[in-house]
């Protein structure tokens, strides 16, 4: 017998997911860090309405993502462990763009109806506040991207890194804490390569050479030991993502290897993982030809561009990650 299980539970996952983002939006988590305190002195610090804000905090508590006693509000394990920001397990740096990208998935059919991304965003056609504002949406999630990325690679034997396509450059900030003697370069379209030294720079971070240019049309002016290409692919029409690796191999030194990532990836039978099947409904709403490809793709582009041993991995924030090393 059918019954309506399924249907009702992806309806009802949806609130607590909003819940879960306001939270992050307010630093309640971080907030709370290790202690406890009332919807009073919790509202007085955040300058909201306390009686307002304990909804919130019930409603967090009811799905135990805080822990709640005569009052006093802390976090319980999972939000103490992934969602204080001053944690370096910290998951939720990318909370600011979720706005963005959950508003585009309520346009869905809109966008189908009209054969156009109902909430177009053009990299290429944005001018410089709106380049730095959408940069600084993705500057906390792309440090915290830099540092599981450095514990995947063995740095040791890495002179010099490019970022290709990094917005801000933040990859390179994470990625470096550890071993700050990297040479780094970031490559970007003009608008954007402009708003990235001031937000490296609030990041305490001045040594990156910050390149213009688009890897769609041309490499860059150096050669690297790592090249990394994170969500760019992905926002590409095939022909343009075919060329932004062939271009990518020609930034690397013999024996380079690229790191391409991104949660726009899916199974050779587009069934999976969920978060790649379901970013290839938001692209639609966003970019007029970008879209999750496929491991095949992927492999095949790589492969033309001249890289061995290809291999595919998931990174602990569910990234997928390709990897691949030319001839020495």
């Known amino acids: 017998m059918v019954d309506s299980d399924r249907i009702d539970a992806l309806f009802a996952a949806v609130p607590p997911a909003l819940a879960l983002r306001a939270g992050l939006e307010l630093g309640i988590f971080t907030r709370l860090g290790g202690g406890e305190e009332t919807a009073d002195s919790l509202g007085a610090a955040l300058k909201v309405e306390p009686d307002r804000l304990s909804r919130l905090l019930y409603a967090l508590a009811s799905i135990g993502l805080l822990e709640v006693e005569d009052g006093r509000f802390r976090n319980g394990a999972e939000a103490a462990a992934f969602l204080d920001a001053s944690k370096p397990t910290y998951r939720g740096g990318d909370h600011a763009l979720l706005r963005e990208l959950w508003g585009a998935d309520l346009l869905t059919a809109e966008s189908l109806r009209q054969n156009r991304p109902a909430a177009l965003h053009d990299f290429s056609d944005a001018g410089p506040e709106a380049a730095a504002a959408f940069s600084r949406k ?116 013999p024996g380079g290897e690229i790191a391409i990532a991104g949660w726009g990836v899916v199974d050779d039978d587009r069934l999976g993982p969920p978060e790649g099947v379901f970013l290839n409904l938001t692209f639609l709403n966003l970019y007029r030809h970008g879209e999750a490809y496929t491991e095949g793709q992927y492999r095949a582009w790589m492969s033309e561009a001249g890289f061995r041993d290809i291999s595919r991995s998931r990174l602990a924030d569910g990234t997928t990650l390709f990897r691949g090393r030319l001839p020495g």
């Open 138 to 253: 993705l500057a906390p999630g792309g440090v915290i991207f830099g540092r599981h990325l450095a514990r995947e690679i063995d740095l040791s034997a890495i002179g010099s890194v490019i970022d290709i396509g990094g917005g801000p450059g933040t990859i390179l900030v994470g990625l470096r804490e550890q071993r700050p003697q990297i040479a780094a370069t970031l490559m970007e379209l003009p608008t954007v390569a402009a708003a990235a030294p001031d937000i490296l720079s609030e990041y305490g971070v001045d040594d990156v050479l910050v390149e213009e240019g688009d890897i769609t049309v041309a490499p860059s002016v150096c050669r690297h030991d790592l090249a990394i290409l994170k969500a760019v692919v992905q926002v590409l029409p095939p022909d343009q993502a075919r060329r932004s690796i062939l271009n990518a191999a020609r930034c690397l030194a």
